[in-house]
């Protein structure tokens, strides 16, 4: 199965909230969160969107089949433009 | 944590933490499956040596060992990533772990299913055409002792699988 990058963690981070804050928002366990952040489980469309929306972002932000750039890459990208 | 505001108290919960008791009792009730590996193995081996018993033994205390073997495997099932010991809705991922658990067990239990259902009718040819003297099913125990056979394979089989896909433990959570 092809894996699918997130940005969860990232996102959770600037939201601050916790993982257990997020999973009660998404109605899963919290320990799912965890896995989905490393990387060791694949969301469903439903549970994808269902997290898009608590960060009230599109789904594309949060999840890709490329890895996100790391925040001091995105950073430094944004100063070369 | 033992508790600390009366002595004799504190001196009775710290005995029972040292008993293991309340950790294993902790770890049970949280929202973590417990990952079995070791447990269902000898569980399926006792299974085995019970049919064995059956066969070769006696014809009630084989039985009573595979449906030993069953109901604990049952119980300790319920505690993995197959089972939903605490009752509680589960959320995708769960509820995946514990479809393809049981789909790997029952799998299992239909393989050894075929497989001594061959074994069996060949086995009643070989002793209708005097070829020798094979086991065969026979009495209600005999049937009982295969059922919960084919039973302990199942729940086995299903907690070592799911066991096998869960992820290993999250060591960051802190914030939960």
Known sequence: MKRIYNRIAVFRAEAGISRKALAEKVGVNPQTIGFLERGDYNPSLEMALNIAQVFKVPVELLFSFKPFPSVAEALLGQGDT | ?176
Request: proline share 5%; charged share 20%; glycine share 10%.
């Open chain 2, 1 to 176: 944590m033992p508790y600390q505001a009366d002595p004799l108290s504190e001196k009775l919960d710290k005995f029972a933490e040292k008993t293991g008791m309340p950790a294993l009792s902790r770890k049970l009730n949280s929202t973590m499956p417990v990952r079995f590996r070791a447990i269902p193995l000898v569980l399926l081996a006792a299974a085995v040596a019970g049919l064995w018993v059956q066969i070769a033994v006696s014809d009630l205390f084989g039985y009573l060992v595979v449906m030993i073997a069953w109901m604990v495997g049952s119980g300790v099932q319920a505690f993995s990533a197959a089972g939903n010991a605490r009752g509680a809705k589960l959320d995708e991922r769960e509820a995946a772990l514990v479809r393809s658990g049981h789909f790997a067990g029952g799998l299992a239990a239909l393989g050894v299913a075929v497989l001594g259902c061959f074994l069996l009718g060949m086995a009643s040819v070989a002793n209708q055409v005097r070829l020798g003297d094979f086991w065969v099913p026979g009495t209600g125990t005999d049937w009982f002792a295969l059922a919960f056979f084919l039973l302990a394979v199942e729940a086995n089989v299903a907690t070592m699988a799911a066991s096998a896909k869960l992820p290993p433990d999250l060591d960051d959570e802190d914030d939960e």
